[in-house]
């Protein structure tokens, strides 16, 4: 246990390390580098660029007060994040070509939440559903409809 801990650890300061260590963004064209850019809508992204798209570890602040926090590739989320939306609704999970993908856990400020397996957005595959007022649906769905289970 404790060796897990000690390489759990060793890999989180590893990665915050590469962003530090990567040169800030300077002139036309942002490659391998750390930076901010604000869009004329006020939408922010603070991160790691490569050939002039995000490109790593970054944030997403919009006006509207939506947040992403996590990986992308080649401008699109892609790998782990968190997006927190401005009504208090929550993802974390993972991201493929900008959507939900994977594993995840979505959120909704009711109480509602689902946790399984996305698919380009949408529930695919194994998942459970748990509501507020009590019920759960757990099984298969596909393109978010639940299809098989209990």
């Keep these: ?17 590469q962003a530090w260590s ?6 036309n064209v942002w490659n391998n580098c750390y930076g901010t850019w604000t869009y004329d809508s006020g ?3 603070v991160g790691e660029w490569k050939d002039d798209k995000f490109h790593g570890q970054g944030t997403y602040t919009y006006t509207n007060g939506n947040k992403y926090v996590g990986e992308y590739k080649d401008g ?5 994040g968190t ?3 401005h009504n208090g609704s929550k993802y974390v999970g993972e991201y493929k070509d900008g959507k939900y993908n994977g594993q995840g856990t979505y959120n909704w400020t009711n109480d509602d939440k689902y946790v399984g397996d996305f698919k ?14 009590g019920r759960v649906w757990q099984g298969q769905w596909k393109n978010s409809y639940f299809v098989s289970g209990k």
């Design 43 to 45: 939408d922010k992204y």
């Design 22 to 27: 990567l040169p800030p963004c300077e002139g």
């Design 1 to 17: 246990m404790k060796n897990l801990l000690t390489i759990v650890v060793l890999y989180i300061l590893l990665t915050i390390s």
């Design 120 to 133: 380009d957005g949408k529930y695919n595959g194994q998942g459970t559903a748990t509501y507020a007022d």
């Design 83 to 85: 997006e927190t939306y």
């Design 76 to 80: 699109k989320r892609n790998g782990q």
